[in-house]
Nanobody
Framework: VQLQASGGGLVQTGDSLRLSCAISGRTFSSSVLGWFRQAPGKKREFVALLSWGAGHTLYADSVKGRFTISRDKADNTVYLQMNSLKSEDAAIYYC???????????????WGQGTQVTVSS
């Protein structure tokens, strides 16, 4: 299985952006897809996750109400809709696949290459 993240870019504070994570290979209903982000000089942090089969979601408090994770099973793609972007949302965003509904990056075994999100004020 390989993950390909895309959709990053330069936006202004308050704008919206949608990230995509294309999944090549079979995705099992037990799989969990997550989005993480890492800003310069900071640790990688959890953003959101979605269970592929049931569609259960979980969000970091910092993005709750602004970001939405979703999936398209037909296209084998996970999305992260980001609204009301703030300067602190600027980071490299990574999608990852794991087996547990966990906010720990240690529980994800397959990672995409990352896509840069820059937010200017």
């Amino acid at each position: 299985v390989q993950l390909q993240a895309s959709g990053g870019g330069l936006v202004q504070t308050g704008d919206s952006l949608r990230l995509s994570c294309a999944i090549s290979g079979r995705t099992f209903s037990s799989s969990v897809l997550g989005w993480f982000r890492q800003a310069p000089g900071k640790k990688r942090e959890f953003v959101a996750l979605l269970s592929w089969g049931a569609g259960h979601t979980l969000y970091a408090d910092s993005v709750k109400g602004r970001f939405t994770i979703s999936r398209d099973k037909a296209d084998n793609t996970v999305y992260l809709q980001m609204n009301s972007l703030k300067s602190e949302d600027a980071a490299i965003y990574y999608c990852a696949k794991g087996r547990y509904r966990s906010s720990s990056s240690d529980d994800y075994d397959t990672w995409g290459q990352g896509t840069q999100v820059t937010v200017s004020s």
